[in-house]
């Protein structure tokens, strides 16, 4: 069992920047591919960023490309994501997300999820 705790959110400028976290506890963080996604009002969930176990390898969905940055740190059993040049459109609520498997894509499937914490960017 893994549980994940994110952090970080808040209220930006458009052109601002902010970090989330997600702490993970239980099983060995390194063991799993871990994703982040998103979920604005009315809108389904979409992916956002996965890194690899080892953090040797990182993805993004187009739009988030170039301004935002995923990392993990195995040592703490945290991953981050840095997101800089925050549009309006980016506002909503942020999973991290964690999978057992190799990242494959859209047909990941992510085992454990954490309870989101909340990103608003006023224009």
């Known amino acids: 069992q893994v549980q994940l705790v994110e952090s970080g959110g808040g209220l930006v400028q458009a052109g601002g920047s902010l970090r989330l976290s997600c702490a993970a506890s239980g099983r060995t963080f390194s063991s799993y591919t871990m994703g982040w996604f998103r979920q604005a009002p009315g809108k389904e969930r979409e992916f956002v960023a996965a890194i690899s176990r080892s953090g040797g390898n990182t993805y993004y969905a187009d739009s988030m490309k170039g301004r935002f940055t995923i990392s993990r740190d195995n040592a703490k059993n945290t991953r981050y994501l840095q997101m800089n040049s925050l549009k309006p459109e980016d506002t909503a609520v942020y999973y991290c997300?964690?999978?057992?498997?190799?990242?494959?894509?859209?047909?990941?499937?992510?085992?454990?999820w954490g309870q989101g914490t909340q990103v608003t960017v006023s224009s």
């Open positions: 997300a964690a999978s057992r498997i190799n990242y494959r894509g859209s047909t990941t499937p992510y085992d454990y």
